[in-house]
């Protein structure tokens, strides 16, 4: 089945949406038999200020709760129990690392046979590497925008990238030491209109630091235009930078991924066109759940299916309940919803 490959990812899945079977599943009326991917959120507070992150006014506007440790490995367990495939836990925050019982959770997640991976800036990666490494995780995604000056000044602290950096060459140690290739660890690479002329040096930045993909990202706007806002990449310069990079990632032998998976065509129209441009379909609720720091479940736009401290039953009833079913059904009939933006999760 597709995505039961040993190591999967959610960007995997997600660039997968355009293949025929995981749009079928829209045709079951809202059903669908399993989570491939499970998100936690395991905090909102970070350790940086990243220009291109909404998250930086979200804390300024909320404060948000954490679950706790119990609570999340209550989670883990439900998840165990309640679906015939285990699906892949992907750790996130605000900045993951920030959580002092991270690690115990991902050991937690692992020894329970799942697969793990998390999403990090890198500040801290340094002083958990040999863990991580001795855990067992299986990716780690670190956020890198380009070299030392452009990377500094995007995420508001001197010092970042070579933190980052740092963190990378103590995982690929740490691998070494142990005779291990887990974790798998990715580059992300925000594309802005700030490192856009920059971006081919982030394949000779991987490659030196040891990192075994690189992933470009391509913004994420919050509405339905891509106007506003002096980070947006200019269209017609992205353009003919794609295709170089690919190229130059193929020399370097480093698998490149540009994230969403998008031609020309879907550039120009995610960039320079309008929401009637973009196609209209979303199947991502069909095979991923975010539980976020309220331990609200929700599939995405903050609808609320339950809660993992309130709800009565089991993850598996949650998961084809009547509410998630109706959203999935709406979601198929509309393709996408009028607040889904530029969203990384649909498709283009």
Known sequence: MLFLGRRLSLKAMENAQHLGLPNLIRYLGGWTPFPMGVVLSLTMRCNLACQMCPQVQMREETEYPE??????????????TSFPIRPL?????????????????????KARGFQCSLTTNGLLLQRHAEELVGLGLDRINVSIDGPREVHDAERGIRGAYDLAIGGIQALVAARSA?????????????????NLARLPEMIDIAKTAGADALSYQHLIFAGCGAEGGATVPALEQLLVMVPLLKQAARVAGLPVTLFPKMGDRQL??????????????????????????????TPCRGFVVDNVTTKSGTFAQVWNSPRFRGYRKELARKGVFGDCGRCCHRQY
């Open 89 to 109: 836990i992907h750790l996130i925050g605000g900045e993951t690392l920030l959580r002092r019982d991270a690690i115990t959770l991902a050991r937690y997640i």
């Open 268 to 297: 120009r129209a995610y960039y320079g066109g309008d929401e009637r441009d973009l196609k209209r379909a979303c199947v991502f609720p069909w095979y991923v759940i975010h539980v976020d720091t309220f331990g609200n479940i």
């Open 178 to 194: 142990g005779a291990s290739y887990r974790p798998a660890i990715t580059i992300n690479t925000v594309i802005t209109g700030e």
């Open 67 to 80: 679950l706790t440790l119990e609570q999340l490995e209550a989670v883990v367990d439900d998840l165990r």
